[in-house]
């Protein structure tokens, strides 16, 4: 049993291990300093959660952060950065707090602010996308969606919070958890086969679709510095 623990011991320090020293460093730092988006993003979800839920503040919510295929797409794009921050009123709201609260909080650590809001809104934007073109398939396809989904309202901040994950991991190697994220994804997705479940899919591969193009220029880079500096460039 012991021999167990050290191996899982030694497994997670090489998967999480730089991971967590940089967010230690930086909240050690500066303290709540390090994530003042993180903070302003809580909040504002707070605001348009208690918003939501007034009869004189639903109309408002629905107008500026609800997203739903069915309306003109220049109205969803226009709503989609609010949307992030619009929680799901038939989840309990502590959940969404907490997802935005770690994983933003992480990824403005590891990322910084620009990278960590560019990746949420795309994570975001695509699920978006991905909710019209399933819809025109139609359920006959393996990616289609029936036309109720159409009347839905897109996932809110969940899609961030996946797309996050999956980027702030692979940029740590922490290749485990990225793979398992992934199954995890996928299984919703087989239990509960609904929007929600298939944008996080989407919004996944986004993801991974940016991690390959930085890796892509990341190597040649390399590579052209290797070349200039009269060393050879790594062969793959």
């Not at 699920?127 to 019209?132: F, H, Q, S, V």
Request: aromatic share 8%; glycine share 10%.
């Amino acid at each position: 049993m012991k021999r167990i623990t050290r191996a899982f011991v030694r497994w997670a320090r090489a998967e999480w291990g730089p991971l967590y020293t940089t967010v230690r460093d930086g909240l050690r730092r500066d303290g709540w300093r390090a994530v003042p988006m993180t903070l302003t993003a809580v909040a504002l979800t707070v605001v348009l959660y208690v918003l939501h839920q007034q009869s004189w503040g639903f109309r408002f919510v629905e107008d500026v952060g609800s997203v739903r295929a069915e309306e003109p797409l220049w109205l969803a794009l226009l709503r989609t950065p609010l949307s992030l921050f619009v929680p799901a009123l038939d989840l309990p709201v502590w959940g969404a707090l907490a997802q935005i609260l770690l994983m933003f909080g992480v990824a403005e650590i590891c990322l910084g602010r620009p990278l960590t809001l560019a990746i949420a809104y795309l994570a975001t934007l695509a699920g978006t996308l991905y909710a019209r073109i399933g819809i025109a398939v139609g359920p006959g396809g393996p990616f289609g969606l029936p036309a109720a989904d159409a009347q839905i309202v897109d996932t809110g901040p969940s899609a961030a919070v996946v797309g996050l994950a999956v980027y702030v991991a692979w940029r740590y190697r922490a290749y485990v958890t990225v793979a398992l994220v992934v199954v995890a994804m996928i299984g919703e997705v087989l239990i509960k086969n609904n929007l929600a479940g298939k944008e996080h899919l989407v919004a996944i591969a986004v993801t991974l679709l940016l991690c390959a193009g930085s890796a892509l220029r990341q190597r040649r880079t390399g590579a052209r510095t290797s070349s200039g500096s009269g060393v050879p460039p790594i062969q793959s």
